[in-house]
Each structure stands twice: as structure tokens, then as C-alpha cells.
């Protein structure tokens, strides 16, 4: 069966993120990352990105190929060192932190090429996902397992997969993937989601109904969401600011409406197959 926006559902009512508090853009950010300057072997990638995302924000970066977006969100995410710069999390510093101590912090990440354990079903991939998290043993397999079943189940529902819990992963459409991704990202609870081109392979009617409910999950979950996307439907329609880097540089930011009028954001597409117009 397809997933469909209408079958997707509201974000859970899980309890809300401890450290972030109303969601207001007065209160500290989820994210903060000041002047960041990343080259390799004299190629200027990202050259003094600043950008803030705030609880319960959707924040896309955009921009032509090569922009630095990767190096940028790698940089955040703990994969690659800065040369300078400073990564915040809630007021935290964690420049330089590995990937693994971010995650533990509260930092989750989709990859654009779906990474879940196809040999297990759908709602097995969420069960070990809770498991790493709560960071308990395997041993006994079946009872460690088990215990994870409701929170796993919770967790299903949320995204709209709750029919097809006891599927092999393997035989999940493309879509029903990308969501069982996000729900899998979701187990580690994260204050921060980072996506990377998170409707990339995804038809044009399931990209809306996927971010739409991203968007629902970060509101309900008081989770700021940075993501990368290709779709200008996509980023035009579900981000609520768009942060627009050419050559290692921001180049304009704003609301969709500040962006789609800007002169800068328009230049840096021209010569893409992109059109930044509403249909
Ligand atoms: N590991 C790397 N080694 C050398 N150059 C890289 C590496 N990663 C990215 N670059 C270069 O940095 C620039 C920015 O790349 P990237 O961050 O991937 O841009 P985007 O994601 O916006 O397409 C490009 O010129 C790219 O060739
Ligand atoms: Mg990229």
C-alpha cells in the first residue's frame, strides 16, 4: 500500500524535548553556527556560514551545486572538522565533536540514500534503533527486544507506518523507506534533525505529504529540522526560512517570500534548470 498524506497522521504526542523550551525565536536556538570556514586543498567550500535554527523550525539551505551545502551540513554534523568556526547546540559548543557524541547530544541525521536493515521488518528496525538509544544490552535478544515494542509501535504510527509493522524493511515502497528512516532518526528523541535531500527519488505528490509531515513532527515535537533539498517546491512550500549559499557563502536568507523576490537567490540559479516561481 501507499502512504499517503491523508493515511500519515499527526506527529506523536511524546513527551517534548526537555531542553528546548517554547519554540519562541527569543529563546536560545536549537542550532547556532557562527562565521564556519571549511577548504580542502586550497577549494574554498564554505566560507563563513553563520545560520540559527529554532525549535520547532524548518530551515532549507539551498543552492546551486558545489555551494558548499554538504561541507556545511557535514561540518554540523560532526563528519568533518571546521577550519574555523563555531557549531552551538542549545548554547552548547560542539565544534569538532564526532558524529557519535553529537548523536548522543541529541543531533539525528537522514542520509539521501536510505540507510535501515532491510533483513528486519519495519517495526524490528525501530526496536534496535530504541535499543542503541536506551543503550541497553542484547542479551536475552527476544526480551531486550520486546521491550522496546510499544515505544516502537508509537513511533510507527507517527509516520504513518503502523500498517505495515511486521513487513520485511525489504519490501517497502521508496516512500514508506524515507519514512521509516525518519522514524528510526526520531528514536534518538533529537532536538535537532539534519536531512539531506530528504524527498531525493521520491514522486512529486509523496515529497509534499513527506515534508508535510516533517513539518507536522517538528512542531509537535518543538525539533528544529535543517535540511538540503533540490525540489523547490519542496523547499518553497514547507520551510518556514531558506538560507541561499553560492561559492562557500550565504548569499540571501529569509522567508520564502523574502527569498523568492531576491535578486541575489534568483542570480544563483540562473543558468540551473530551477525555476524559484510559485506554480
Ligand atoms: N572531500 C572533498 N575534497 C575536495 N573538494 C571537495 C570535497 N568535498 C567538497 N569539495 C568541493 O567543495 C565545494 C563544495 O562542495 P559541496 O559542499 O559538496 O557542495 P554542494 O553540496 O552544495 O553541492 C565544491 O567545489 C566541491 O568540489
Ligand atoms: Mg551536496
Given at each position: 500500500m501507499k502512504i499517503t498524506a491523508a493515511t500519515?497522521?499527526?506527529?506523536?504526542?511524546?513527551?517534548?524535548?526537555?531542553?528546548?523550551?517554547?519554540?519562541?525565536?527569543?529563546?536560545q536556538p536549537v542550532l547556532a553556527v557562527q562565521g564556519l570556514h571549511k577548504a580542502f586543498a586550497g577549494v574554498k567550500a564554505v566560507q563563513g556560514l553563520s545560520l540559527e535554527v529554532h525549535a520547532g523550525e524548518m530551515l532549507a539551505l539551498i543552492g546551486p551545486n558545489g555551494a558548499g551545502k554538504s561541507t556545511s551540513f557535514n561540518c554540523i554534523?560532526?563528519?568533518?572538522?571546521?577550519?574555523?568556526?563555531?557549531?552551538?547546540?542549545?548554547?552548547?559548543d560542539v565544534t569538532g565533536r564526532a558524529p557519535r557524541a553529537l548523536w548522543r547530544a541529541g543531533v539525528a541525521r537522514t542520509f539521501?540514500?536510505?540507510?535501515?536493515?532491510?533483513?528486519?521488518?519495519?517495526?524490528?528496525?525501530?526496536?534496535?534503533?530504541?535499543?542503541?538509544?536506551?543503550?541497553?544490552t542484547l542479551r536475552p535478544f527476544g526480551r531486550a527486544i520486546a521491550a522496546q515494542r510499544d515505544a516502537a509501535m508509537a513511533l510507527l504510527d507517527a509516520v504513518g507506518?503502523?500498517?505495515?509493522?511486521?513487513?520485511?524493511?525489504?519490501?517497502?515502497?521508496?516512500?514508506?523507506?524515507?519514512?521509516l528512516e525518519l522514524a528510526v532518526a526520531l528514536a534518538n528523541q533529537p532536538r535537532l534533525l539534519l536531512m539531506d535531500e530528504p524527498t531525493a527519488g521520491m514522486a512529486p505528490a509523496e515529497?509534499?505529504?513527506?515534508?508535510?509531515?516533517?513539518?507536522?513532527?517538528?512542531?509537535?515535537?518543538?525539533?528544529?529540522v535543517l535540511f538540503t533539498e533540490h525540489s523547490m517546491d519542496v523547499v518553497f512550500g514547507h520551510a518556514d526560512r531558506?538560507?541561499?549559499?553560492?561559492?562557500?557563502?550565504?548569499?540571501?536568507?529569509?522567508?520564502?517570500?523574502?527569498?523568492?523576490?531576491?535578486?541575489?537567490?534568483?542570480?544563483?540559479?540562473?543558468?540551473?534548470?530551477?525555476?524559484?516561481?510559485?506554480?
Amino acid at each position: 500500500m501507499k502512504i499517503t498524506a491523508a493515511t500519515a497522521g499527526p506527529g506523536m504526542p511524546g513527551p517534548l524535548q526537555g531542553s528546548v523550551s517554547s519554540g519562541t525565536r527569543s529563546s536560545q536556538p536549537v542550532l547556532a553556527v557562527q562565521g564556519l570556514h571549511k577548504a580542502f586543498a586550497g577549494v574554498k567550500a564554505v566560507q563563513g556560514l553563520s545560520l540559527e535554527v529554532h525549535a520547532g523550525e524548518m530551515l532549507a539551505l539551498i543552492g546551486p551545486n558545489g555551494a558548499g551545502k554538504s561541507t556545511s551540513f557535514n561540518c554540523i554534523n560532526g563528519q568533518l572538522k571546521p577550519d574555523s568556526g563555531s557549531v552551538c547546540l542549545g548554547g552548547q559548543d560542539v565544534t569538532g565533536r564526532a558524529p557519535r557524541a553529537l548523536w548522543r547530544a541529541g543531533v539525528a541525521r537522514t542520509f539521501q540514500v536510505a540507510s535501515i536493515w532491510s533483513s528486519f521488518t519495519v517495526i524490528g528496525n525501530l526496536q534496535m534503533a530504541l535499543l542503541v538509544r536506551a543503550g541497553q544490552t542484547l542479551r536475552p535478544f527476544g526480551r531486550a527486544i520486546a521491550a522496546q515494542r510499544d515505544a516502537a509501535m508509537a513511533l510507527l504510527d507517527a509516520v504513518g507506518l503502523q500498517t505495515l509493522a511486521e513487513e520485511p524493511a525489504s519490501t517497502l515502497a521508496y516512500g514508506d523507506i524515507k519514512r521509516l528512516e525518519l522514524a528510526v532518526a526520531l528514536a534518538n528523541q533529537p532536538r535537532l534533525l539534519l536531512m539531506d535531500e530528504p524527498t531525493a527519488g521520491m514522486a512529486p505528490a509523496e515529497r509534499g505529504a513527506m515534508m508535510a509531515l516533517v513539518r507536522d513532527l517538528a512542531r509537535s515535537r518543538t525539533m528544529g529540522v535543517l535540511f538540503t533539498e533540490h525540489s523547490m517546491d519542496v523547499v518553497f512550500g514547507h520551510a518556514d526560512r531558506i538560507v541561499v549559499m553560492a561559492q562557500g557563502q550565504v548569499i540571501a536568507q529569509g522567508t520564502p517570500d523574502e527569498v523568492r523576490d531576491d535578486p541575489a537567490a534568483r542570480a544563483a540559479y540562473l543558468g540551473e534548470s530551477m525555476s524559484i516561481d510559485t506554480p
